[in-house]
């Protein structure tokens, strides 16, 4: 691979991320979603993870050393790169069909691809996700949003 080409950042996330998965789960730790950003020698790889009870540095610096060898041994990204691994924090972010089903009964932000009605941002309650819809509560109104139209979607968390 040439400098300046091309490259399918979802493809190469979705590489790193098959790649990765059962270091994650052997370190007592889910993968929650990895970001991929080429941006040539800058580029950045940011891997998410969690566990019951919330993630610590600890974690972060194993995940962090094993997965920086597995990713130089693979060889996925053919340039210099930085990796991070973190927390996905209070205000999460939602990508699969398994968040939407875990966190039903949250509170969400939710930015759809297309628009739905005439907007495209909501806040509203997850009530769930049933063959890739996701139901959410907004306004007292029952959306049902296709997860192939969600552009983005967090948790809300509010302090008390």
Known sequence: MFYGEVIDKSEVADKI????????????????????????V???????????GGVDLGDCQRVSRK????????????????????????ERGLFSASD??????????????????DRRKFTGWLKGIRLEVIELDYEGQILRIPLENVKKAN???RFE
């Open 17 to 40: 991320h098959q790649s990765i998965q059962a270091l994650i789960q052997d370190e007592g730790c889910e993968l929650v979603h990895v970001h991929y950003l080429p941006e040539g």
């Open 42 to 52: 800058g580029s950045m790889v940011r891997i998410y993870i969690d566990k019951e």
């Open 67 to 90: 997965a920086g060898i597995l990713l130089e041994v693979e060889d996925l990204i053919p340039h210099r790169y930085t990796l991070e691994v973190s927390s996905p924090g209070l």
């Open 100 to 117: 939407f089903e875990k966190y039903a009964g949250h509170e969400i932000r939710l930015t759809t691809r297309m628009k739905v009605g």
């Open 155 to 157: 948790l809300i968390h």
